[in-house]
């Protein structure tokens, strides 16, 4: 065997990309974590800031035609967010969610809920149900840098 | 070994059930098949008549807290409703999530979404952006009956 070479199987197949997709040309937002299969990016989303997503590498539009092993590598990453959050931000609860009516590509929205959020517990694109009081946001901010941090040490490996 | 009196390992888990969640006193729904983990249901939900719900049959709040066992399970079951409803009714696009905000038992939203349909490309939840044809619902209906058995055939053992 000629190491120069590497064998087919040792070379890792392309990303299969649509150009002009947001999600092919660009990470997303914040990106916290590349891995093989998915990417974990933080959103900034006005209101939500612990909404983080779940971003297959690949363009593929429907949670379906993803292969059991990516889809098994992509759901032990959305368990290991949930799980993060819930440890370090307490949240009311965590909703899920993959729709891609918008960007079909799939991504997983996983994202702390807090029963004095703006929507709570309505869904977050529904209507807002209150105004929400800046402090509240800044204490769940100011603790994000810590979540990217041990997402990266779970999902990174050792 | 008294064939009266079986093995535990024989007899199946009592569901955990929490009195007064409107999951676990009721099935949720038009019920299509219930399985040992988790049940399929559909919604009948107003301009949303291709709405299933897989229901876990167990009282847990958050996806995490489900066993890797159960959580592959009920994939499984998801992934099969996602097939059925795309290769029935063509869909634009499927949306899936997994809220809970109301009701905290897991139980993942399964939604044929079509252009025409009231909110897209905004999720279900968001403010309707058109009226519809009641007319393009009811040929979705009509297919209904349809989706069910296919759910059966595809979900219950032969």
């Given at each position: 065997?000629?190491?120069?070479?590497?064998?087919?199987?040792?070379?890792?197949?392309?990303?299969?990309?649509?150009?002009?997709?947001?999600?092919?040309?660009?990470?997303?937002?914040?990106?916290?974590?590349?891995?093989?299969?998915?990417?974990?990016?933080?959103?900034?989303?006005?209101?939500f800031p612990a909404?983080?997503?779940?971003?297959?590498?690949?363009?593929?539009?429907?949670?379906?035609?993803?292969?059991?092993?990516?889809?098994?590598?992509?759901?032990?990453?959305?368990?290991?967010?949930?799980?993060?959050l819930?440890?370090l931000l307490?949240p009311?609860?965590?909703?899920?969610?993959?729709?891609?009516?918008?960007?079909?590509?799939?991504?997983?929205?996983?994202?702390a809920?807090f029963?004095?959020d703006?929507?709570?517990?309505?869904?977050?694109?529904?209507?807002?149900?209150?105004?929400?009081?800046?402090?509240q946001l800044s204490v769940v901010s100011q603790l994000l840098?810590?979540v990217?941090?041990?997402?990266?040490?779970?999902?990174?490996?050792?």
């Amino acid at each position: 065997m000629d190491a120069r070479h590497p064998q087919p199987a040792e070379v890792p197949a392309p990303a299969l990309t649509l150009p002009g997709c947001p999600l092919c040309d660009a990470d997303g937002g914040h990106l916290v974590v590349r891995l093989p299969v998915c990417r974990v990016i933080r959103a900034d989303e006005p209101g939500f800031p612990a909404l983080y997503r779940v971003v297959l590498n690949d363009h593929v539009a429907e949670w379906s035609d993803v292969s059991d092993a990516d889809q098994a590598d992509v759901m032990r990453v959305v368990n290991t967010v949930e799980r993060v959050l819930r440890e370090l931000l307490h949240p009311t609860k965590i909703n899920l969610a993959a729709l891609g009516n918008v960007v079909p590509h799939v991504h997983w929205h996983v994202i702390a809920r807090f029963d004095w959020d703006s929507h709570f517990p309505a869904p977050i694109w529904a209507q807002p149900q209150r105004a929400v009081e800046p402090g509240q946001l800044s204490v769940v901010s100011q603790l994000l840098p810590r979540v990217d941090d041990v997402l990266r040490q779970r999902l990174l490996p050792s």
